[in-house]
């Protein structure tokens, strides 16, 4: 027994009125082409077979959206059931609306019996155009709401294992900085001083983002700063930067550690394998409706025996993570620099500030 209120149950002989007033012009505009072809044989005037048309083909196209085949089981043999009945009471309205007499049905019965037959096999062929397209637009919006669903789960997958990166500090550079640091304790006491206080600005930038979903892209930045600051510690004169990010785009949304991982790069397959180093500029701009970050590396280059052709496996999960991030309205390149090293260019919707 249903639990819902009489009220609110489903009702099909109401339901079968609802339909668009688009569907509604198109069946009364294919019943009166078909009308307009039976006028032809017919010497009576044009409201004749127009009213006769209509009355079946109104009536079966209710009693189709009453018994709704594309949602049932055994959907052929629903709308055969549906239409035979539609014409059925077509047939009625015709001999009421038309006021044939009882007498007159009875002595034309074979010609009402061709009536119904004729409103039967157009009926059936025209509910199968409609049945056909219904069921297309159903598939399609099922594959649209299943391409939705993994484009959800592909987004949580890298979101997860964001999350599990986001809760590493990377061992190898965290035992690197405490060595130097220890090193210049005995060797430089205030040099020791300095290091130590870049890995705690490093870690009090990197900390809070271990739990964190979303970030800005000043954090981002600042996080970029205080990472740099160590390895020039470290890389001595051959490390330079710059970071140029206007104060108006320091709020806006940007996801956790995709700047970091593009700073990294550049670092590791740029600055460090040339003998000279090198220099770091971060750069961010405004453009039309997109948000462009921009690290460029005066180092190796692309085309070097130790760079990056761009398909590593951090580069790959900056795309990777674009994409399920933003779909196709994210964007990476990675080009070479003037006069010499490499240019990765982040493309993210922008994002206005809301006005307070």
């Known amino acids: 027994m249903s639990t819902l209120p009489a009220a609110t149950r489903p009702n099909p002989l109401i339901d079968g009125f609802r339909v668009s007033w688009r569907t509604l012009l198109l069946i009364v505009a294919i019943d009166t082409a078909i009308a307009l072809v039976l006028w032809i044989d017919d010497s009576r005037p044009f409201w004749h077979p127009l009213v006769t048309v209509q009355l079946f083909g109104l009536s079966i196209a209710y009693c189709v959206s009453v018994a709704a085949p594309w949602d049932r089981a055994q959907p052929m043999r629903r709308l055969l059931v549906a239409v035979a009945v539609g014409s059925l009471i077509g047939i009625v309205l015709v001999i009421l609306v038309k006021g044939y007499p009882l007498s007159d049905v009875r002595t034309r019965f074979t010609f009402f019996a061709m009536n119904f037959f004729a409103a039967f096999v157009n009926g059936l062929l025209i509910s199968l155009i409609f049945f056909v397209k219904r069921r297309e637009a159903r598939a399609a919006a099922e594959l649209h709401k299943a391409e939705a669903e993994r484009h959800l789960l592909s987004k949580q997958a890298v979101e997860a294992e964001l999350k599990l990166m986001q809760a590493q500090v990377e061992p190898h550079f965290l035992f690197n900085t405490l060595a130097s640091v220890q090193y210049l304790v005995e060797t430089d006491p205030k040099q020791a001083n300095v290091l130590l206080g870049h890995l705690i600005g490093y870690l009090r930038a990197a900390l809070p983002q271990l739990r964190a979903s979303s970030s800005t892209l000043g954090r981002e930045a600042s996080l970029a700063e205080a990472y740099l600051n160590i390895l020039k510690m470290r890389m001595g004169p051959r490390l330079s930067f710059a970071i140029d990010v206007p104060p108006a785009l320091r709020d806006h949304p940007f996801p956790p550690n995709l700047l970091i991982s593009l700073v990294e790069n550049a670092i590791k397959h ?87």
């Open 270 to 356: 740029g600055i460090e394998p040339a003998a000279d180093g090198g220099t770091i500029r971060l750069g961010a701009s405004h453009t039309d409706d997109a948000l462009v970050v921009t690290v460029t590396d005066t180092g190796l280059g692309l085309d070097a025996p130790a760079g990056t052709n761009g398909q590593g496996i951090g580069l790959t999960n900056v795309r990777e993570r674009l994409a399920a991030l933003y779909g196709a309205r994210g964007r990476f390149t990675l080009e070479p620099a003037s006069p010499r090293g490499t240019r990765a260019t982040l493309s993210l919707p922008y994002e206005a500030p809301v006005a307070a």
